[in-house]
């Protein structure tokens, strides 16, 4: 028998959970947030990887008055909630 290749963030339950988690600063481990006060500048570019949703792009607007943001992800309906949101923001 063949295990079925199954893509989590394609699970709408995973997809409510994090697009309700890791909205503000006090929400991600300490080692991130002490590794971003450490490396983030302004105008620099970031480039998230497995965004999920737009809690991190808020987070680091905490940290940033300018900086350029690209997110990518492999669950395309993340992708188009993400994008509602910050065209609704």
Do not use: P
């Amino acid at each position: 028998m063949k295990n079925k290749l199954i893509n989590i963030w394609d699970d709408t339950e995973v997809q409510n959970f994090f697009s309700s988690e890791r909205q503000k600063k006090e929400d991600i481990y300490l080692g991130k947030i002490f590794f971003l006060s450490k490396s983030l500048f302004e105008n620099c570019t970031i480039l998230d990887i497995e965004s999920t949703h737009d809690g991190f792009y808020k987070i680091l607007k905490t940290y940033l008055k300018s900086f350029n943001y690209t997110g990518i992800d492999a669950c395309e309906e993340m992708i188009l909630r993400t994008k509602k949101k910050l065209i609704n923001q």
